[in-house]
Each structure stands twice: as C-alpha cells, then as structure tokens.
C-alpha cells in the first residue's frame, strides 16, 4: 500500500514528461524541479528508478529530458543530498551510459552534464572525480564520454579537480598510445588544453595549494607532449591534428627548458607544414603564438634562430589573407599573426626587416598589402627602431607608383603611422605627400553612411587619402612642416582638380601658423618651388567665384588672408578689412540653396572690385602685365569649368582696364578673342563684358580691334573653295557665334563708355556695324544678341535728351517682325518688349500705324503666355507692363468707337480666361482702355446718339463682379462704371452731370476689393438695381438672355454673382414675367444641373422662390410632377418654400393626407414563390417632400459636402453639426405643433418599412386618371425606405431641437448594414430615449397616438419596444403615463408573436431603472412574471440561442437590474427558485445566460445577501464565480467580478473581501494564477470550515466541458491544499487522483495547469 502511495504525483508527472506538447513538457519539467528542490532525494529517486524500471523503460529523448532534470536539481540542491545511496546509484548509472558504447550521444550527454553538475559542487567533487579517474586505467583506452566529461569538469571547477591532473596526466600517459579513433583524440586533446589551462590558472591564483608550481607537472607533460608530437601529431585526419598543435601550444608553458629545447623545432616545422593542408589555420597560428611565446619566455632565441625564415615565410602567407568579419576565426588568426610577428621582431628585428623589404619589392599587390600591414603593425608597436625604419622608407618610395587600391590605402596607413611616430623629414616625406594629394583627387563612389571596421573595402580610395590628409594638416604636428608649403604647388595644377576641397582646407588651417612673411626664405618664388603670388592670386579668386558648397571659396579666401604678407607688404591691412566682409558674404550666399542672379551679380562685382583695389594698392604697372599674364595663362584650366572661366574672362578686363601698356592690351584682347569659345552663349557675354569694361578707357583701341574681327567673321569676304562648301554650315554658324559676341561687344561699349564719346561714337560706327550685321544676319543667336544691343544703346542714348536717333524706324520694323514670330521664347519676347519701350522713348513720337503695328504684335505674343505658365517670370511681368503703355498710348492718339470696340472685341475673349493672371490682366487692359476713351472722348452733333454695345459689355462684365480675385472685380465695377458713363454722354449727359445711381458705382468700386464676402454681395447687389433701373424693358429681356449664361460661369464666385443679379432683377421687376415661368423654370433648372458651385445653386434657388412668390400654385404644381429621387434644383426648392410659414403648413397638411390614406408598401409574389414587399411611390414622395420641406427648419445641420450632390438616398454623408445662422421661427412652430402625429406616422413607417425594396415605377402625373399609367423611375430603386424615413424623422426632431438625437439618426443613416429586426429595435430604443430627454413634453400625446391595435405584427412591435424604453426612460416622470404603459405590457405578454413577448419581458424589466417613488404597485406582478419568463422547460434551445431562450435572458437581465432595488421580503418568496436557476444556467454554454445568471447572483447578494436563505447556498455559488473568472466568455468574466464584490461583505473575510473589492477591476485584465494564489491564502484561514466543501465542489470541475473551466479548478484547487494547515478533514487523496487525471486532460492548457498544482502538494509525502 505504502508503495503504491510513493509513486503518486512524480510517478504522475514523470509519465508526462514526453508529453507531445512542447510547453506541457516544459511546465512538466519544471514541477520535477521544483518538487526536487524540496525533496531532492526522493524526486531523483523516483526518476532514477523510472528510467531504469523495465515497466516504464522510457524512450531516449525522454531519458535527456530526465537527465537534464536531475543535473537541475544536482546543480541547485547538491548540497542538501545526504543520501550517499542516491549520489552513488546516479553515478553508476551515468557511469554506465558513459562508457557503453551503443548509447545515444544526447543520452550520454545528459548524463555528462548531470555528473558535471554533481562534480561542481565540492560536496561531491571527490566522490564523481574518484568515480572518473577509475574509469582511466593505464593501458586501457578510456571512454570519449568520460574524457569529455572530466574536461568540462576540470574546466567548471578548477579548484576541485587540481588535486586529480597530476594523477590523471600519468595514468594518460600509458593510454595514449593504445588510442586508435580519431573522436578519441580529439576529446584527450582537448581535455589536455583545458587541463594545461587549469594548471596555469592555478599556478598563477596559487590555489588551492600555496606551494603549488609547474615543476610537479613537467614529467608527466613532458611524456605526452613526445607521445603528442611522436604519435598524433602525423595523423592523416585534420581535426586530430589540429587539436593536437592547440594541446601542444597549450603544453609546452609545462615543459621544462630542455625538452622544450628539444622539441620545439619539431613542433614548429611540423606546425608549418600544416598550413598547406588546412583551410582554418587559426588553431595552428594559436599554437604557434603559444609556442613562440613560451620558447623566448625561456630565452632559446638560438635554437630558434633556424626556423625564422620559414616561420616568417608561413606566417607572410597568413597575413596576406584579408581577414572575414564575418568569420571570426579570421579575425582572429590575423591577430596571432601580428602577434607572431611582434615576438619575433623583438628578438630577430634583422630578419624580419630583410623579409619586410624583400616582400615590398616583389610585384604582387597580395605580398605588398601583407608587408605593409606588418609594417604598420610593427611601426605603431614600436619593435623596429629608427635605422630599420629608413631602410622600409626607401622600399616604400618604390611602390609609390602602384594603382592597387588596396595597396594605395594599406600605404596611407603607413604613412600616418610614419608621420605619428615622427620617422618622416620634409625632403623625404614630399614624394609621400603627393601620393596621398593625387589619390585624394580621385572620384569617390556616394555612400549612406561611413563604412564600419567589418567593411574596410567598402570606403574608396579617394575618401581614405583625403581623411589622411586632414588628419595630417590638422592632427598630427610631425606632419605639418612635410605638408608646407609643398601643399601649395597642388592649387594651381589641373591634375589635382578633384583634390581641391582637401588641399585648400588643409592648407588655409596651416596658412595660420606660418602667415607670417620672412624676406630671406620667401615661398611664393614660383617653379621649381610654390608658384608666384600673381599666380596664386588670380587662381584663389577664380576658386571663390562660385559658392558651390562653399568648401572650396571659404578656403581659397581664407588661404589668401594668410598669404597677404606673402602677396605683398602694401595689401596686407586693405586685405584684412575686405577679406573678412568676403568671407561673410560668400558663407551667406553658401546656406541658400539656389542663389539669385543679382546675388550673384554682386558677389561678382565685389571679387572684381577686390581686384581692382589689389591692383590699386600695389601701384607696380609690371605687377599688372604679371596678374595678366597669369590670368591668360590660366585660361587652359577652366576648359570644363565655363562658369569659372567667365568669371577670369571678366577679370582680364578689369586688369587692362588698370594697364596702360597699350601692346600688352592689344595682344592680350587678340588672345582672349582666340581663345573664347564663341559658340557659348555664356562665355560671349563674358568676352563682350571684359570688353566693354577694357572700352571704358581704352574705346577707339578696342573699335578698331572690333572692325578687324568683323571683317574676319565677314561670311562674305572669306575666300570660296571646294573644302569650303563642303564646311558651310559649319563655317556659317561658327561665324554667328562670332558676329553674335561682337554685337554684344557694341551693346556693352555703349553701356560702359564715357558719355562724352558715346553719342558720336553710336551714330557713327557703332551703329553702322550693326544695321550691316541686322541686314545680313540670318541666325537666331544673331537676333538675340542685336535685341540686348539695342536695348543697351537705346539706354544709353537716353542719357542725351537732345540726341535723335535716325535708324529707329528701322529697328522698330526688325523687332516688330521678332515679335511675330511663332514660339518665340519668353526671354526673346522680353528683350523684343525692353527693346521697343526703349525705342518708344526716344524722340520724336511715333506715327498711327508704327503703334498700332506694335499694340497687335505685342497683345497676340503676350497675352497666351500667362496661360502656359504657374509662375510669371521677370521677363512676362516687364511684358504686361510694357503691353498697358502701349494700350493707353493708342487709345489716347485714336478716340473713336471703332478703335475701342477693336480693343474690347480683343479683350473680350481674355476676360473669361480660367487663369487668373490673364483675367487680372485682361480686365486691367479693358478698364484702362475704358477710362482713357472715356477721357479722351469728344461728343459730335454728327456723331452717332447710342451705345450700342452697352447690353453686351454689361452682361460680359457681369461674372467678373465677384470674381475670386479682388483685382478682377475693382476693374470690371469701374469698367461697367464707365461703360455706363460712356452710354450717358451718348444720351446727351454732360461730363459734369452727377447722376447718384453712378455715384453708387463710384463707391462700391472702392469697396469691392475688400474679402468680406456679405460685403461683396451688398454691394453686387446695389449694382444690380442700378443696372435694373438704367436698362429699359427691351434691353432687360436682352440683357437677361444674355447673362443666364454666366450661370456656368467657370468659377464659382462668378457664376454667384450672375445668380445674385438675377435674383435682384426679379425681385424688382419679376411681375413683368409672369408668362414666362415655365420657360425660365426649364431654362434655369437645366442650366442649374450643371451649376455644381453651392453659392451659385441657393441664389438662383431664391431667385426661383421670388418667382414663385407670385405663382405658388404653378410652381408646386411643377415640382410635384418631377421624379424620384428629386434632383437637387428641387430639393433646394422645397427648402426654400419651407421657410414661407403659410406655405409651409399648406405642404405639411396635403403631405400627412398622403400618408394617412395611402399602402405603404404591397405584396408581390417572385418567381420562386416568395413574396417581396415593395414600397409605392405616394408615401415615399411625400416623405421625401417633407423631409426636404423642413431641412432648412432645422436647428441643427449636418455640414454635408455636397449632401445632395449625388442624389443618393441610398447614401446620406454626414459630418459634424454646425449651427445655422437663420431661422424661421413661424415654420418651425407649425412643424413642432404637428410633431406628435408626424413622430407617430414616421416611426410606424419606419417599422413597417422594415425588409421593403424600393419602388420599380412612378406614375405619370399627379393628377393622372389612370391607375396603370406607368412610366420607368430608374433613379428610384436606389432608394432605402428605412433610410428615406430615418433622415426624414432626422429633420423633424432637428427642428424641435434634439439634437442628441439627431446625431444618433445621422449615425444610423450612415450605417451601410442592412435593416433587420435586432438593427430596428436598437434604433427605435435609441429614439425613443433621446425623445425623453430632449422633448419630454411630446411625449404624452406621442403615446396616444400610439396605444391603438394594430394587424401588423411589425406595427406592434414597434408599439411593443417603444412601450418598453418609454419605462427605462420613466416616462419623463410622469407616473400616470407610466402605469397605463405597463398595463400595455402586461397585456402583451401573450402576444402571438414571440418579438412582442420578448419587448414586454425587456420593457418590465426595465423598472429596475425606475426611482423607488416610481415603483409601480404592480409591483409583485412584474416580479412573478420575471421569474415565470426565467423557465426554459418549454424552450426548444437549451444552448442559449432559441427565441424562448432569449425571453429568458431578458427576464434574467432585468432581475439582475431590479433585485438590488427591491424590498427583501419580496425578494425572499423567489429566493430558493432563482438560486437554483442560476446553478443551472451557470451550465449553460451561452457566455450570455451565464453572464445574466451571475448578475442576478449579484442581485441577490445586494438584496438579501445577509438572510439565512441566501447565506445556505452561498459558498457553493462563492467557489462557483471563482472558477468562472476564468471563462472564456470576456462579459461573464467581467459580472463575475461584479458578483464576487457582491458576495465579498457576506463572506466573513474582511481579506478576501477587500482581494475582491481592490483587484477585480472590471475593465482590467486578471492574472487569474497569481489572484488565486493569494486569496486561498486567506480562504483556508477565514472559511477553514469549508476546505472540504470547497474542494470537493472544485473537484467537480476536474469533468467540465470548458478547458479553461477546468485549468481555473486545477489551479485553485491545489493552491487551496498548498494553503491549508489542517490536514484532517481533507481528501487529498482524491485531489491527487484529479490532479493525475487531468494531466492526461486532451487540452494542452489544462495538462499545464495540473502539472503547475502538483508541486504544490509536496508537504503530502505519501502522495509523491
């Protein structure tokens, strides 16, 4: 019996250790460990005899997992194991796994660890090391397992196994040579390192013995190390021989001096022979670093002076791999390397010297990269001294020329180390200097980022020469002397381009430190040294010139200020004033991305002052000719370079201008003309710039070079050959290029000369040369440069008023011919523009036609251009200028009306532009045209006596009154302003008339331009009555007929505009129209369904609505014959006749008769023989008709983009509520005095539209004879009926301000479901509760209108579930509706239908939110009929689905909700019934009934929880709602959490019950393990009586069909017994056969939760 008990709960869980389960597994593992650590002795007994018992024999992978137990419990508890019995049967029986050689590795490694983790502990450390050195016996091959085992052993716990190596390395030694397998020795091997290893460490700590010391162990390491080096050092397989050379590198620190002298040459060749046979050479590199080390540790350097050669040689090939990041054993085996050589260069520094240069001189770039990496290596270290160091300097010298990038950037490394350790002089480290400057002007690929250590290859060549060089200029001092002034024969050499950036900045930061000028030792002496300052000078300047990046300018200035006493003594304090205000500028213009022309103009301007000043201050003419020719000769440099080289063009200019050699300027404008590539549009503006300023004191020098060039690119006068025709073409535009930059040459000379000589000189060859190259010229580059020219000589003419051009007819003609031409280009356009205002400047005055030629070329190129373009360049905005002059000019030489009906009739087309500069510009023109005929105008008795174009200049400028541009609508008031003027004079009134209607056009054209958009339309409005009262009934039927076309205006605010006029003109003389409504309903109504601008639509609306003021009857009649659904003219239609109160109650009542008298919806049977409700087209338009007549009435609107836009009733957008700023009070009080009768009406259409599909048809007319007179209403089978009711039900509670419940309806709208009944009742519910609260006073005669039989079931439910929520919401507090309401219910409770019944249930249940004086004395009627409701004896759903089951769950939510409220005496009669009810819902598999059963639980306990009747089932109900918090329905969670704070108070337990009030947070989540094992800490203290119950009830769980039932019992069922003190009274034992039982449970979460509890029972020993 005893034995049977023992194997309990850990014979239990060891049967589920190989468990499918990965996490049950685990968890089943961990309990055997948590159960050993308190009996530690019993757990390994019982897992030792469940592996070993034949009954169970376990699979090996459950073997491992047993193992890997016991080494736990070992590792943890091996102090605690006394029992020697236990210790010795696990070591035996790991023994045996170890050393048989037919078991499973990961067997034999579970049991290696597990006798390591015994053996590292010192209470057992002798017991399993005397085990293990048993098992090696001399001359017996030992077991790879216990070789393996004792390594790891002596390698965890050094200072229990040191006392076992001496003995262990003997008895090793006589087993060697019987060792035959290779694992074999691969494990003694690496047993052997570790315990090398273990022997220095010990040596070193002293420990555990004081006197301890490598001598005790030289004899037996002495043995194996031969027996090593004789026997297994040869072995043919890789991996024995590797092991091998890492356990003699690790041995031989154990030998002594003279047998490490005696083998130590054999190790080292057999070691290097193995290189060649291996592709991991790390171990062997390792062992010969160990070795080497230990060798000259023993000062044998001769004995190994014989092998450096070929270690050297072995160790080269190493270090030539390039090492894998990625690898680390690379990584790592280049370290030995260095190391390797770092010894060896200490003790043979003239063998590794020769083997360094003779490596750099061979060829392959692999060995040069190694011997450089070495050399570094050994430079930073410090191991070659100085005279080693020359001898690899003068090698390095001869690689310089290498292109490997890999041997460029390992020789900049090099070098830096050279430099840091001060082994470089300025003589030898130049040639090292221009290495590094021309590599770092190499182009270098764009990265990301910077290239980390494990990506060396990834930074190019380029970035590592310019890093080394600013480290160099700015880091290392040994440097800097090397570094200057060589740097400075870099700056001006095209080679080094590239490297710029870097050398510039390197030597501004050294420019610093040796700024100052010493006269014996000067640096800027040019070739073969630094170059000359003139030189540097005009280089620096051309670098500045563009602020790029800024990098290269800053520098070059920043060098310059350094160099200034270099330059010169006498510009050393102008410089140091205008150097800094350069540096300031050029870092301004830097931080903008893209700078401005003028900005750079300026900048510019400010070098070539600076020039000049330099050029000023030094004051030496041969100086001048030096900066000259330095610049000539610079030319070269800036072939690709096109912005620097015109900028050095542009300075050339500047020094001849300062030069008085009149050969040196002769000669050198010669060159400069040769050298200019001309077919640059960019470089001829340069030369003709330089020009021009060498012409402002040297003119007649350089016309004269000018007519030779001329003649030179004369296309005539060069001679004709056969080669010469072939080349025509090309000859042709090389000579345009040419003649193209001497015209600008003119242009410039005539800007820049005197003006003393200007004028003689322009009429004289100036001019001459350019009619001759206008007349000849053929190439457009040609025109463009004569277009800059003239404009240039036409301003400098201005400057003398009384000098008259003769050849500007002729330029007038050529540029008007320019204008003309097709895609003219917007520069050309405005230099054509620029040229002819210059031109119209000049005197005399232009004749008729010259201008009139002008104004048409000018108005085609221009205008079309401000359409083609978002942004107006400078070159449009100077054409528009130009444009209004020359208008204003015409029209003030021409007053007559066919000249400005020309202009209008041209500007005509312009004003409805849709880009507003046009319409700006366009309108601007009219009006400018306008006022100047208006000034200009002379009234003559011969002269006509109208004005004719008055309606149609009035209905084109109509739209433009409010245009969106404020411009706009100031120009066209004062250009309908003056047309009416204009009109007045012709009708005879003088020019001093004051008429008012005008004065009012005067003001609002003031006024107009202001954003206030009410603003705008007042004042459009006062426009229109003037335009009203000028115009006679003929000219309004004109007028009308041609501004209802604006309507469609292409901007909205225009199109807005027309409809207000409109609307002001029927307000005003609408009466005369009355035959004519039907035509202007059509014709706006048309025009007003493309019209998609809201303005535009309300205000022809209301202009429709003043209409219709004066014939209702035809215009309702109108409205009602159009279709389904109406289009949004109409609607606009009926909100605005909605705002009449008379009309608007005339329209309510025939609406209500329609639908009163009318089917809502009929029957027809389908194909399938279904029958499908479809609603009739009378009520629905009606309801459409209503709901549109009351939107504007509302008090809140939904803000809607485009709410009707689409026409869909389908769909109904909604946004946030905004408030409407009219109201129509009168309106809305007829429709709140009809709000009970509409509410009824609309909520029982609601209900009965309920699974209705629209309408297919839509009679003809309303006033149709015919029944059958159908025609199609496509638009209408879009419609939603339910929909169409709730938005119109919307607008009505809207209008008597409910506005929380029109927001719920806007919601509803937008749900895109479809309707079904639960969807219906929630809706109806909502309505009803929002209607209380917001309209109380409604609610009585809503009721009335209500309570009445009806024969369709879906009408009594509506009644039924209004009923039901008028009760939740208390009848607004009146308590006599409220007791009519509940006589309703309780008369439906044997309702037919099972709806009805279900909505009376919910509806009396609903008293529970009643206040105690609302109580209704029925009160005990309701109470019975709730617990009558709770029977399910009929219900054919026992899982909670059936319509009978769900009256019941609303009973029981309803009980739940009342009890609390109710006198006890009431709630005791149904005590015992209900608390047997809710045991047997708590079974229920519907989360919902359980969570309703829990809440009247709750009730309960609230209500009479503290009576005896209750207090007799409350425990079982208590253990009960523990388990349940962890249902796996969310909601019953959270009641259950409600109902144990309920029952909390009733417990007894002040500790649990404030566990229950603290932690069962209803919205958190629980951690239910922890929870319960902290309040059964309480439970067996406070409820000690009941542990029995409690665990028996828990047990009855152990079946349930829930898995997380039954993981909540495991779990508190065993925290209940790990908690309780008292043993006596509780039947463990069957918990224990529960707890076996479920760890066999299908749900992996339940075997969890049972393996968790079994640890808990361990004070139960007979059950383990």
Not at 1554 to 1576: C, E, K
Request: with cysteine; glycine share 4%; net charge negative.
């Amino acid at each position: 019996m005893q034995s049977s008990k023992e194997k309990g709960l850990v014979c239990g869980l060891l049967d589920s250790v190989g468990d499918v389960n990965d996490g049950v597994r685990q968890t089943v593992a961990g309990s055997l460990i948590t159960l050993g650590r308190q009996h530690p002795a019993l757990v390994l007994s019982c897992i030792h005899k469940f592996i070993t018992s034949p009954q169970t024999a376990p699979k090996v992978q459950v073997q491992c997992i047993l193992y890997n137990i016991a080494e736990n419990i070992m590792r943890e508890c091996g102090e605690k194991i006394e029992d020697v019995e236990v210790i010795s049967m696990w070591i035996e029986g790991a023994l045996k796994l170890l050393t048989l050689p037919s078991v499973a590795p990961d067997l034999q490694e579970g049991a290696s660890g597990m006798m390591v983790a015994l053996g590292s502990n010192s209470t057992h450390c002798n017991t399993v090391m005397e085990s293990l050195v048993g098992q090696i016996q001399t001359g017996i091959v030992p077991s790879q397992s216990i070789v393996e085992t004792l390594g790891a052993l002596v390698a965890g716990n050094v200072r229990g196994t040191i006392p076992y190596l001496k003995i262990l390395l003997g008895l090793i030694v006589g087993c060697l040579p019987q060792v035959k397998q290779d694992t074999l020795k691969i494990a003694i091997t690496n047993m052997l390192s570790k315990f090398s290893e273990a022997i220095l460490e010990a040596v070193e700590n002293k420990e555990p013995d004081p006197n301890i010391s490598v001598n005790s162990y030289m004899t037996e390491s002495a043995a194996i190390f031969e027996s090593l080096v004789h026997l297994w050092l040869k072995s043919s397989n890789a991996g024995v021989r590797h092991e091998t050379v890492v356990c003699l590198g690790h041995m031989s620190h154990l030998l002594s001096k003279e047998k490490l002298e005696e083998l130590a040459g054999l190790v080292v060749t057999s070691v290097l022979s193995l290189y060649r046979k291996t592709s991991s050479p790390y171990s062997l590199t390792l062992s010969l670093a160990l070795l080497i080390d230990a060798v000259l540790k023993n000062q044998l350097t001769e004995g190994m002076k014989f092998h450096v050669d070929n270690l050297l040689s072995s160790l080269f090939s190493q270090v030539c791999i390039t090492p894998d990041y990625a690898e680390p054993n690379t990584v790592k085996n280049h370290y030995e390397v260095l190391r390797c050589y770092e010894l060896l260069g200490n003790h043979y520094p003239e063998n590794v010297k020769n083997h360094l240069l003779q490596r750099l001189e061979n060829a392959s770039h692999m060995q040069r990269v190694g011997a450089l990496i070495v050399t570094k290596h050994l430079i930073n270290s410090k191991t070659l001294n100085t005279e080693n160091v020359s001898s690899l300097i003068s090698t390095l010298n001869a690689i310089l020329t290498d292109p490997n990038s890999k041997v460029v950037k390992s020789v900049t490394q090099v070098i830096v180390a050279l430099c840091h350790n001060n082994h470089l002089s300025p003589h030898a480290g130049a040639p090292f200097i221009t290495y590094l400057v021309k590599h770092s002007a190499g182009v270098s690929p764009s990265h990301s980022r910077r290239p980390s250590l494990a990506e060396p290859d990834r930074e190019s060549v380029a970035e590592v020469s310019r890093r080394v060089l600013h480290l160099l200029a700015t880091t290392v001092e040994a440097a800097q002397p090397i570094l200057w002034p060589h740097l400075l024969n870099f700056v001006c050499s095209t080679e080094y381009d590239a490297s710029l950036p870097t050398t510039l900045s390197c030597l501004a930061h050294l420019a610093n430190k040796y700024s100052s000028f010493n006269e014996e030792k000067p640096i800027l002496v040019g070739p073969p040294g630094p170059p000359s300052a003139p030189v540097l000078l005009s280089r620096l300047l051309v670098l500045s010139c563009v602020p790029g990046d800024g990098v290269v300018g800053i520098a070059a200035l920043k060098l310059l200020q350094g160099l200034a006493a270099h330059v010169s003594p006498d510009v050393v304090e102008p410089w140091n004033q205008h150097l800094p205000q350069l540096l300031s500028t050029l870092h301004d213009l830097t931080l903008k991305v893209d700078a401005e022309p003028a900005a750079m103009q300026m900048w510019h301007d400010s070098l070539r002052d600076f020039l000049a000043s330099t050029i000023t201050h030094i004051n030496n003419e041969e100086y001048t000719n030096n900066i000259g020719k330095a610049q000539m000769e610079q030319l070269h440099i800036y072939d690709k370079q096109q912005a620097q080289l015109c900028f050095l063009m542009s300075l050339i200019g500047v020094t001849l201008r300062q030069t008085t050699n009149k050969t040196f300027i002769a000669t050198t404008l010669d060159s400069l003309f040769n050298a200019t590539c001309h077919k640059s549009a960019i470089e001829r503006e340069s030369f003709a710039l330089c020009v021009g300023t060498t012409a402002a004191s040297h003119i007649d020098l350089v016309l004269t070079h000018i007519d030779i060039w001329l003649k030179s690119a004369d296309p005539t006068k060069r001679p004709m050959s056969f080669f010469s025709l072939i080349k025509q073409d090309t000859r042709t535009d090389e000579t345009s290029w040419v003649r193209a930059g001497l015209v600008l040459c003119l242009g410039q000379i005539s800007t820049l000369a005197s003006p003393a000589v200007v004028g003689s000189r322009v009429d004289g060859p100036i001019m001459l040369h350019l009619l001759n190259i206008i007349n000849s010229n053929k190439s457009d580059v040609v025109n463009e440069a004569v277009l800059h020219t003239v404009s240039n000589i036409a301003r400098a003419l201005a400057r003398l008023p009384s000098f008259k051009l003769r050849q500007r007819p002729l330029l007038i003609t050529h540029l008007v011919n320019t204008a003309k031409v097709d895609n003219i280009p917007h520069p050309v356009l405005a230099s054509v523009l620029q040229a002819l205002r210059d031109l119209v400047a000049l005197e005399p005055e232009l004749n008729v036609e010259e201008r009139t030629i002008i104004l048409q070329a000018a108005l085609t190129a221009t205008l079309p251009r401000l359409s083609q373009t978002h942004n107006v360049d400078s070159y449009l905005t100077k054409c528009c200028a130009q444009l209004s002059v020359l208008i204003r000019t015409i029209i003030q030489k021409d007053t007559s009306p066919a000249t400005l009906d020309d202009v209008t009739t041209l500007l005509q087309s312009w004003t409805v532009a849709p880009t507003e500069l046009i319409r700006i510009k366009s309108v601007e023109l009219l009006h400018a045209a306008l006022r100047t005929y208006y000034d200009h105008l002379n009234i003559t008795i011969e002269g006509p006596t109208n004005f004719n174009q008055t309606c149609h200049l009035l209905a084109f400028l109509t739209p433009r009154l409010t245009d969106p541009c404020s411009q706009v609508r100031t120009q066209a008031v004062g250009s309908v302003f003056m047309v009416l003027r204009i009109a007045g004079r012709y009708n005879g009134v003088t020019p001093d008339h004051v008429d008012d209607d005008l004065e009012l056009l005067k003001a609002a054209e003031e006024q107009i331009s202001v954003d206030d958009p009410h603003r705008i339309d007042n004042l459009v409005k006062d426009i229109g009555k003037v335009m009203s009262t000028k115009l006679s009934f003929v000219q309004l039927r004109s007028f009308l007929s041609s501004v209802v076309v604006g309507l469609q205006d292409r901007l909205g605010e225009s199109s807005a505009g027309v409809a207000l006029v409109i609307t002001t003109v029927f307000s005003l003389r609408g009466h005369q129209l009355h035959q004519h409504i039907k035509e202007l309903l059509d014709s706006i109504y048309n025009r007003l369904e493309k019209v998609t601008h809201p303005e535009t639509r309300r205000r022809t609306v209301e202009a429709l609505t003043r209409l219709a003021s004066h014939n209702l009857n035809l215009v309702l009649d109108t409205i009602l014959t159009y279709p389904l659904p109406y289009e949004k003219g109409v609607c606009e239609t009926w909100h605005n006749l909605g705002h009449d109160a008379q009309l608007c109650e005339s329209a309510i009542t025939l609406l209500t008769q329609i639908l009163e008298r009318t089917q809502l919806y009929s029957e027809q049977p389908t194909t399938t023989d279904a029958t499908v409700k479809i609603a009739t087209i009378p009520p629905l338009s009606a309801i459409c008709g209503l709901c549109e007549l009351m939107h504007d009435l509302r008090s809140h609107k939904e803000s809607t983009e485009g709410e009707h836009e689409d026409s869909d009733w389908e769909k109904v957008e909604g946004g946030e509520a905004v408030k409407v700023t009219h109201h129509w009070t009168a309106s809305q009080q007829i429709i709140n005095n009809n709000f009970p009768s509409l509410a009824a009406l609309l909520l029982l259409s609601y209900g009965s539209y309920v699974g209705v599909v629209a309408p297919l048809h839509q009679t003809a007319s309303a006033n149709s004879k015919s029944a059958f007179n159908f025609i199609p209403n496509r638009g209408a089978t879009t419609l939603v009926p339910t929909k169409v009711v709730l938005l119109c039900l919307q607008s009505l509670v809207d209008v008597i301000e409910c506005e929380s419940l029109c927001t719920v309806l806007g919601s509803k709208i937008r749900d895109e479901n479809d309707d079904n009944l639960e969807i219906f009742l929630h809706t109806i519910s909502e309505i009803i509760a929002m209607l209380v609260l917001e309209a109380p006073k409604h609610i009585e005669k809503l009721v009335k209108c209500l309570d009445t039989q009806y024969s369709y079931e879906m009408q009594r439910v509506s009644v039924a579930v209004i009923f039901a929520q008028l009760i939740a919401e208390k009848c607004g507090g009146n308590c006599e509706l409220l007791e009519n309401i509940t006589d309703g219910l309780l008369s439906r409770l044997n309702d037919r239908s099972v709806h009805v019944r279900r909505l009376a249930v919910r509806g009396l249940a609903n008293f529970a939110q009643l206040q105690n004086d609302q109580v209704s004395e029925k009160l005990t009627e309701i109470i019975t009929a709730l617990v009558e409701a709770t029977d399910q004896r009929d219900s054919s759903g026992s899982d909670g689905t059936g319509i009978e089951t769900q009256v019941a769950l609303e009973a029981l939510r309803g009980l739940a909700a009342l009890l609390p409220r109710l006198p006890q005496e009431t709630v005791l009669q149904h005590t015992p019934t209900l608390l047997i009810r809710i045991r047997l819902f708590s079974e229920k598999s519907s989360g919902e009934v359980r969570e309703a059963g829990l809440g009247v639980l709750r009730g309960l306990a609230s209500s009479v929880g503290s009576t005896e009747e209750f207090r007799d089932h409350l425990h079982l109900h208590l253990l009960a709602a523990l388990v349940h918090l962890a249902d796996p329905h969310p909601p019953t969670v959270v009641m259950c959490k409600s109902a144990l704070q309920a029952l909390g108070p009733h417990l007894g337990s002040d500790a649990m019950n404030a566990m229950f009030q603290n932690h069962l947070i209803p919205s958190g989540v629980l951690n239910y393990h922890q929870f319960i094992t902290d309040l059964t800490k309480h439970m067996v203290t406070d409820l000690s009586d009941h542990m029995g119950f409690f665990i028996q009830a828990t047990s009855t769980y152990f079946k349930s069909s829930e898995p997380s039932l039954r993981r909540a019992a495991a779990l508190l069922i065993g925290n209940l017994v790990y908690h309780c003190q008292s043993n006596e009274e509780l039947n463990v034992s069957s918990v224990s056969h529960g707890l076996l039982y479920l760890l066999r449970d299908p749900d992996p979460a339940v075997r969890t939760a049972a393996a968790i509890a079994i640890p808990l029972l361990y004070k139960y020993n007979d059950l383990l």
